[in-house]
């Protein structure tokens, strides 16, 4: 199992989610996050002499998938988030090592 963390521009979103509904991903959470990075987001103003962090704002998906599952969403985050603008965003791959469902106890495949 993987956990697929996106970090995108928060215009992005609908084209990100008729991408991923076309995958056929059935659930994830989403949150609205603020954050930098190593270069500025050009949509934003910035001035040289800012002392201050600039935040940007962003939406942070999660999704928990299938192993077998990991390169169509990558691929599909990938595309439907490209502007091919700084500030684009990241996604990132995570093993997980342990699901338990709350609810009903059921561990590893059985808990998604």
């Known amino acids: 199992m993987k956990l ?3 970090y995108i521009q928060p215009f992005m979103l609908p084209k990100v989610l008729r991408e991923l509904h076309a995958i056929h991903v059935r659930g994830m959470t989403m ?3 603020k954050g930098f ?3 500025k ?3 934003y103003p910035h001035q040289a002499s800012d002392y201050a962090v600039d935040f940007t704002p962003k939406v942070k998906l999660e999704l928990l998938c299938h192993d077998e599952e990991v390169d169509d969403i ?3 985050l990938s595309r439907s988030a490209h502007t091919g603008r700084g500030g684009d965003g990241k996604v990132f791959v ?3 090592g ?3 469902s709350i609810r009903t106890g059921e ?3 059985k808990a998604i």
């Open 74 to 76: 990558v691929v599909a």
């Open 4 to 6: 697929v963390q996106a």
């Open 98 to 100: 342990r699901i338990r």
């Open 41 to 43: 987001d050009e949509s």
């Open 31 to 33: 949150l609205e996050v």
């Open 94 to 96: 995570t093993e997980i």
């Open 107 to 109: 561990e590893a495949e």
């Open 37 to 39: 990075g190593r270069e």
